[in-house]
C-alpha cells in the first residue's frame, strides 16, 4: 500500500471506486514533499521494516504501517476499503446473486498466529486473476515471483533471498528432449508456476513452459504447448500418478489441459474443453480432475480421458481456483461471485455448503495436508481459515491490506505464507499454526 493521500485515492475508476489489482493510497500530514525535512519524515514512515511476532504482541502492526501518524485510523480506513474496493465480475452483480446462500459463519477462531512480516520479499502479479504465486515447500523454504520477473526463494529461518530463475532475458535448455525448444525462449512473462517434487515449472502469456530441477543447474525443459492467440498459462500442477511416476497437469487459454511426465517431458494427454481452463486439480487417489474455466458451471471430469463425470452447478461468475481434502471425497472451488464452494463426489447435484469473502474474487483455495482447514484468499485483503473437522462452522479471518499474490502451505500444515504486492508494503506474511502447547513460547 502506498501512503500519499486518503482523500484523494490513486487508481480509481471513474465512479471512485478501487478496482481488483489496485493500489491503496493513504494520507500522511507531511507527505506533500513540500522542503527536505517533509521528505526525510515521509521517508522515515514508510521505510522498510519487518515486523516479528513479538512485536505485533507489543502492539506494532503486522505490515508495519504507523496508523498513529496517520490521519486516519486502522478502522476507519477498513471500513472505506470494504465500500470502495470493486471486485471484478464477468457477470454484473454475481456476488450479489449468491449473497442469500452463503452460510452464516462468525468469525473469531484462532488458528494460525502471525509469526513473521518480510518485507525485502517483493511478490509480483502479473496477470490479476490469476495468483498462484507463492509455493511453501517446507516450514522454512518459500518460493514467489518477484518484481523482477524473476522466482526467488526465501528462508525464514536465515532471512535470505535467492534467485532461482530470472526470465527477463534468453532462457536455454542445457538438456535435450524431444519438443524441447532448443534455442530457448525471450523475455517470458510468467503467469503462473508451481513447486513441487524438485522440480520449479512455470507458465507464460503466450503458452510458454519452463521446467527446471532445484537441485540441478540451468532448465531442462521449454517449450510452448500452444500458438493460439489465447495462449495463456492459467495453472499448473505437479503429482505423483498411480504407478508413482512424475507428472504435471498445465491449463490454458486455448481451452485445452495437458499431461506431461518428467522423465521425458512428453506429452501424455491433451484434453479440450469448450471454453478457457483457468484451473485444475487432481484428486487424491488420481481418478479424478476438476475443470474450472469461462463458464458459470465447473466440470468433474476422470482425470484418465478428460470424459465429464458431473457438471459443478451453483457458481454464477468465473472459477479460479480449486482444491481436494485429502481424503478425496470432498473438493473446494473458488469464484469471482467472492464465494468458496465444498462439493462432495458422491452427491454433485448441488454444493453442500457456500462460504462467503468479503469484497473480492476467491482467487486461491488450499486444504492443509491433515485436511483440518480450508484456506482461501480473496483477490485482497483477506485470507479465510475454516475448520472442515467441524463442518466450516468456525473461522478465523487473516486481515491486513494489499493484493494477494497466493497462498501456501507447508507440507507439515505448520506454516502459512501469505504473499501481499503493494507499491510500498509489498511482503511474505508468515503465519504459524497454534498448537496445545503454544503458550509456552511467551517465556522463550
Known sequence: MSINGVEELEYMDEEGEMEEGDFVVLEYPNAAGNGEEEDDEYAQLIRITDTSAVEARRGKDIQGIPWERLQVTRQEYRKTRVEQYKNYENFPNSSELVEKTCKRVKKGSTYYDF?????????????????????????????????????YHWSSLSHKLTEVLNFSGHVTPVERYKGSVQEGLFGVNVTTFTVDEGLLIAGGFQGELICKALDRQGVSFCARTTFDENAITNAIEIYKDFRGGTHFMVANNDCGVREFDVEKF?????????WSVNHTSISPDRKFMTVLGDDRDGLLVDSQNGKEISKLSGHVDYSFASAWHPNGLYFATGNQDKSCRIWDVR???????VLK???????????SPDGQFLFFAEAA??????????????????????????ISLGPDDDSLYIGVWDRVYASLLHFKRRHAYEYFDFFV
Open 115 to 151: 509469526q513473521y512480516n518480510a518485507r525485502a520479499v517483493n511478490p509480483l502479479i502479473l496477470h490479476f486473476q490469476l495468483r498462484n504465486l507463492v509455493w511453501a515447500t517446507s516450514k522454512h523454504d518459500v518460493y514467489f515471483m518477484s518484481d523482477a520477473s524473476a522466482v
Open 266 to 274: 512428453q506429452l501424455l494427454n491433451h484434453f479440450r474443453f469448450p
Open 347 to 353: 452427491n454433485l447435484s448441488s454444493s453442500l455448503s
Open 357 to 367: 469473502g468479503n469484497i473480492g474474487a476467491i482467487r486461491s483455495v488450499r486444504y
Open 381 to 406: 485483503d483477506f485470507v479465510h481459515v475454516y475448520n472442515s473437522a467441524l463442518n466450516y462452522n468456525k473461522r478465523q479471518e487473516i486481515d491486513f491490506f494489499g493484493e494477494i499474490s497466493g
